[in-house]
């Protein structure tokens, strides 16, 4: 097995996560100044151009990965069974994420039928009730937050591996 982790997959793992970030803050603190300003309107129009950007990273870290060994650091720590389902649960959980949110953006933007679509890419929706938007938003919106959580909860066990991984080869 390769025992090196090949910098392209580093580096798109790191732009993902800076992505991530800042979609959240786009979103997230938008209405600071109030919805009726240009303050607003740039960081809503960030988040979707970051949420595209996401899926097209997101297609190729799987191009890449069909290509490249990418060691997974669990395997190298040694899991017991268990955890290698939970850690093999959770990567495919987080990659369906990474695809799913921004094709519910994607969604809500063509179901709005008012954003002009970043990158000239087509409407993959027809133009739908308010109701049925705001049902898709809150979708996407809950959906962001239980990622998040999936996404702590990886952070989390991959520093701790990161450590005991180093302080077992320092032995």
């Not at 996560?17 to 803050?25: T, Y």
């Not at 240009?38 to 899926?55: A, N, R």
């Not at 979708?139 to 005991?164: D, K, M």
């Amino acid at each position: 097995m390769q025992t090196k982790i090949n910098k392209l997959m580093v580096s798109i793992h790191w732009a993902t996560v800076i992505l991530i970030i800042l979609a959240f803050i786009s979103i997230e603190f938008r209405s600071t100044f109030g919805k009726e300003t240009l303050f607003h309107d740039v960081m809503k129009t960030s988040h979707l151009y970051i949420g595209f950007l996401l899926l097209f990273l997101i297609i190729l870290r799987l191009v890449v990965r069909k290509f490249v060994e990418f060691p997974i650091i669990g395997q190298r720590v040694g899991y017991n069974k268990f955890r290698e389902i939970v850690a093999k649960i959770v990567h495919g959980f987080l990659y369906i994420w990474l695809i799913t949110m921004p094709i519910l953006g994607w969604c809500i933007i063509s179901a709005k039928g008012t954003y002009t679509i970043p990158f000239g890419l087509p409407s993959i929706t027809p133009v739908l009730a308010k109701v049925y938007v705001v049902k898709i938003k809150d979708i996407h919106e809950i959906f962001a937050y239980i990622g998040l959580a999936v996404i702590f909860l990886h952070a989390t066990v991959a520093i701790s591996e990161y450590y005991i991984l180093r302080l077992r080869s320092e032995k």
